[in-house]
């Protein structure tokens, strides 16, 4: 199963870019890199996937590195309610089935 | 659509104790998974379904059971409640295998 590396925790100020890196260096072919995040206790909230291209929705943008090694999400003007844990997650695929596998994520505080 | 629904939110058993957390969603969506949160950590897949019918274990599925005899429900069973069972609890679901997941907003069980 691929694995993730994410930094501990970020600071980023208000208005600013938030750029949460992951590293994913195991990852299969097949395998998409999607992101979460989670606020407070609440349940995580999706963002965004990508397989090899770059990919931008309302929310965020996601950068994957041509070998697809490592991945980059970027809040473009982070605000005080971004703050909250951000997990990158390999979708895993045994025996044709599909999980998830969460790690301990990147805790990001936005500063005002 | 309500999404996904979690009862109940919060829920206080004896040790021994048996229940069911419940889990509905209303999207026709045919990927659902359960998931626990400890204090400080990342989620830990218990158990997930690709469809009605067909269950499978994830990371942690001691001491739990699950069934899927419709698209729409996925309750989780405590069989016989232990302290180390105190957690949050996320069920989680979508639409197919590449989408991003919509969480529950959790139940927030304690074992005593």
């Known amino acids: 199963d691929a694995k993730t590396t994410q930094p501990t925790s970020m600071d980023c100020a208000e208005g600013r870019a938030a750029n949460l890196p992951c590293n994913h260096s195991t990852i299969s072919g097949n395998e998409y890199v999607y992101w979460y995040r989670q606020i407070h206790s609440q349940g995580p909230q999706y963002i965004i996937h990508g397989l090899k291209n770059n990919e931008t929705n309302e929310m965020a943008s996601l950068i994957i590195t041509e070998d697809r090694k490592s991945s980059t999400l970027i809040l473009p003007h982070a605000t005080l309610r971004d703050t909250a844990v951000y997990y990158c997650i390999v979708r895993v695929a045994p025996s044709g089935t599909y999980k998830y596998i969460f790690g301990t994520g990147t805790r990001l505080k936005v500063l005002a | 659509n309500a999404g996904v629904t979690q009862t109940p939110k ?6 021994g104790q048996s229940m ?4 509905a969603q209303d999207m026709n ?3 659902m998974s359960w998931y626990r949160q400890d204090p400080g950590m990342g989620l830990r897949l218990i158990h997930y379904s690709v469809g009605a019918g067909i269950t499978d274990q994830g990371e942690v599925p001691n001491g739990y059971n699950v069934s899927r005899s419709t698209t729409e429900d996925f309750p989780l069973r405590l069989l016989s409640a232990a302290p180390s069972q105190t957690s949050v609890y996320f069920c989680a679901s979508s639409y197919g295998t590449v989408d991003g997941y919509t969480f529950g907003s959790g139940t927030r069980l304690t074992v005593v």
Do not use: D, G, R, S
């Open chain 2, 20 to 23: 069911t957390l419940q889990c």
């Open chain 2, 29 to 31: 969506h045919e990927y």
């Open chain 2, 10 to 15: 919060f829920q206080v058993l004896k040790t």
